[in-house]
């Protein structure tokens, strides 16, 4: 079977003005603005022949009969369509997907495929609000079925902005993470550079400096199907060069927090979140219903790495690795309506050669009412339940101690006292 791999990637470029109008009214409700151009590879896997095509959104145009108030679509060199799907929250939010659309026989020459795919959500944001990211930031686009060819879709957004809001102008913007995170320190490792070796292995004190935040929205029942909020590390032995041999050698590498996520949560029994951080790896979380239905727990996470991050890597290769709950349901909370909380430093292996510690850890999965806040109730991990059982050890243990050494100082002083007595008679 031949296997085409095909890349989106938009770049920066000027940025190109987008409006809608409403219907009803021929008020502008609807605007985008969105900087790039499109570049799609396709490479054979036997023959190795590849297929480079490029695409700039300055000659993209808006469709407008199909575009709303709450869906803008545009056709780019009329062979591939992006879109962007506004879907209402309970609490007065916007949740935008993004789309892709192309025939592959016409914009490529492959086999006449219709091609749809769909990326993760944005964040959630006010709907009298904008959402603005001046970022360049990745998305990846999962085809919504299986080909004859694999499919792999990402796009880069830069000076990306949009809303669904009757206004000419834009309104005050909800900035992306990114945006946000311009002002951070400069040792948080970026998403195309691994982390530096260390030879400390990671705090089980220090409070983490980011946390990827994921969610899976679901637009059939309107609701947060899971979130996911962690600080990922991960340590990773290998070989390395020593001249004309090799050493064994350790890496730590911290998943930033501007990652590209994967999600799927229309499955009743099955959920998965897929985070894609540098290139050629990918962390991927696997949620499961209890046959009950009654809760539910993370049955699968799998770590695809490429030891050609590490410089210094002996060998250059793609490798996998997992952990698989097999016979007890990790990280399960206690009831379909809690979240799972873990705050301490905890580890879990994935391989022979690789360890995973997350730490600050909350997540909910199956959930079918709106938004997920974890102000519920909750099911804590061990290690926290035995962290919060020192302080009232410690309080117990400090009283004790106090009674022990006022009964001794009254026993001493009353001795003294009976001693003084008899003197003076």
């Not at 550079?193 to 004190?205: D, I, Q, R, V």
């Not at 809760?295 to 490798?319: C, P, R």
Request: net charge negative; proline share 3%.
């Amino acid at each position: 079977m031949k296997i085409f791999i095909l890349t989106f990637l938009i770049v920066a470029a000027q940025a190109i003005h987008f409006q809608v109008k409403d219907p009803k009214n021929k008020t502008t409700c609807l605007l985008l603005d969105i900087n790039g151009s499109l570049e799609v590879k396709a490479t054979e896997n036997v023959k190795k022949d590849l297929v480079n095509k490029t695409v700039d959104f300055v000659n993209a145009t808006l469709d407008e009969v199909n575009s709303t108030c709450e869906l803008i679509k545009l056709t780019i060199d009329k062979l591939v369509e992006v879109w962007f799907k506004f879907n209402s929250t309970s609490n007065s939010e916007w949740i935008v997907t993004p789309g892709v659309e192309f025939n592959a026989k016409s914009f490529l020459e492959l086999e006449n495929d219709t091609v749809t795919a769909s990326a993760g959500s944005l964040p959630a944001f006010q709907q009298n609000n904008s959402y603005s990211c001046k970022a360049v930031v990745s998305y990846s686009f999962t085809p919504e079925v299986k080909f004859n060819f694999t499919y792999e879709i990402v796009a880069q957004l830069s000076g990306f902005q949009i809303q669904s809001y009757h206004n000419d102008s834009f309104e005050p913007a909800y900035e992306c993470d990114q945006d946000k995170s311009t002002t951070a320190s400069s040792s948080t490792a970026s998403p195309t550079t691994p982390a530096p070796a260390t030879t400390t292995a990671p705090s089980t004190t220090t409070a983490p400096s980011y946390k990827d935040d994921l969610s899976c929205w679901d637009s059939k029942t309107n609701a947060t199907k899971f979130r996911l909020e962690a600080t990922f590390v991960l340590i990773i032995n290998y070989e390395a060069k020593d001249g004309n041999k090799t050493k064994a050698a350790t890496a730590y590498i911290d998943v930033p927090s501007n990652v590209i996520a994967n999600t799927s949560c229309s499955e009743d029994r099955e959920e998965s979140l897929k985070i894609l951080f540098l290139p050629g790896w990918d962390l991927e979380y696997i949620f499961q219903r209890t046959t009950d239905n009654n809760t539910y727990f993370v049955s699968i996470i799998i770590l695809t790495y490429s030891t050609s991050a590490f410089k210094d890597a002996a060998v250059n290769e793609t490798l996998q690795v997992n952990y698989t709950s097999a016979k007890s349901n990790y990280l399960q909370a206690e009831k379909q309506s809690y979240y799972y909380s873990c705050k301490s430093n905890t580890s879990v292996s994935l391989g022979q050669n690789v360890t995973l510690y997350t730490s600050n850890l909350r997540y909910q999965a199956f959930n079918e009412k709106g938004n997920i806040t974890f102000n519920g109730d909750a099911t804590e991990c061990s290690e926290d339940e035995e962290t919060n059982s020192v302080v009232p050890i410690a309080v117990g243990a400090a009283l004790a101690g106090l009674v022990v050494i006022v009964l001794i100082a009254y026993l001493i002083g009353r001795r003294r006292s009976r001693k003084s007595g008899y003197e003076s008679v």
